[in-house]
């Protein structure tokens, strides 16, 4: 019996890589039960997903302490479930952090309302880690959102599916225009490696350009302030002439809170380079 358990938010394409999981277990002649929550895309939720597989599977939840792997789209999503990972289990962890608007009571350090990504959390934990910005490599590769397709390669070099496998199961599942660029991100992730924790240090993020282009209209902002306190990633400044600005333009992820909330449309955010629509996307 084999118990995996993915965790992230929602977005991320958790369930899709979920759905990958089972049919290749179907695939090599397994029972196969899962059980997920979901629907979570547009309200910054959590979702996870219970995967078992084995000759018989009479329940498709996964208790604490009982999961073989556990791969964590999110740095604190990996944190909060870690618990359901029985002693030497494996660990897949995307280091990046997605912060909830509602985490933001200090939004300019993240400090009081979110953890920060320590891997000394880690320490105590006895099984192989495979702890890596899959956000980053995924957008070198292409897209960002090819992340999810990633850590699923890491994974599956722990399970006893052939890689064949994996790569005829994938192009069911994705858009057709995505299937290279996941099977790319498939084998990025099964040339990764498991290290002892705190062996490498992926924690600290390389500088990164900009990806969406703020657009502000001096003219129209009345200074109201709004789309200051709620950007999550605390892109935006209230200058002294009472004028919005963009002061962290290379952190901003494109969720239109700003341009959404703003009562004089004084602001637009639009990208600067499409990229491929992958992941969980229809």
């Not at 952090?97 to 320590?118: K, L, S």
């Amino acid at each position: 019996m084999r118990n995996i358990l993915l965790v992230g938010v929602g977005g991320q394409g958790v369930v899709l890589a979920s759905n990958i999981l089972g049919e290749v277990a179907v695939c090599a002649g397994w029972d196969v039960k899962k059980s997920e929550v979901h629907g979570m895309a547009k309200r910054g939720g959590i979702v996870f997903s219970h995967v078992r597989f084995g000759p018989e599977v009479h329940s498709p939840m996964i208790a604490a302490g009982e999961a073989d792997a556990l791969v964590a789209f999110e740095w604190a999503e990996g944190v909060r479930w870690l618990p359901y990972l029985r002693p030497g289990g494996l660990l897949v962890v995307d280091t990046a952090q997605i912060v909830p608007p509602a985490a933001q009571q200090d939004h300019r350090t993240w400090q009081r309302a979110y953890p920060r990504r320590d891997p000394e959390v880690l320490r105590g934990h006895a099984g192989p880690v495979v702890a890596v910005d899959a956000r980053r490599m995924a957008q070198e590769l292409g897209s960002v959102h090819v992340a999810n397709t990633l850590l699923l390669g890491a994974l599956s070099l722990w399970l006893e599916f052939p890689p064949e496998t994996w790569e005829e199961v994938i192009p069911r599942h994705v858009p057709p225009r995505t299937v290279d660029v996941n099977l790319r991100a498939f084998r990025t992730g099964r040339a990764l490696e498991a290290a002892p924790v705190l062996a490498v240090d992926p924690w600290e993020a390389p500088p990164r350009a900009p990806r969406y282009a703020i657009d502000i209209t001096p003219g129209w902002c009345k200074g109201c302030d709004i789309c200051v306190r709620l950007c999550p990633e605390g892109v935006l400044e209230l200058g002294g002439d009472r004028v919005v600005r963009a002061v962290a333009p290379e952190a901003c992820t494109g969720c239109q809170l700003c341009e959404w909330l703003c009562p004089d449309f004084a602001i637009a955010i639009r990208p600067l380079a499409a990229e491929a629509a992958v992941g969980d996307l229809p």
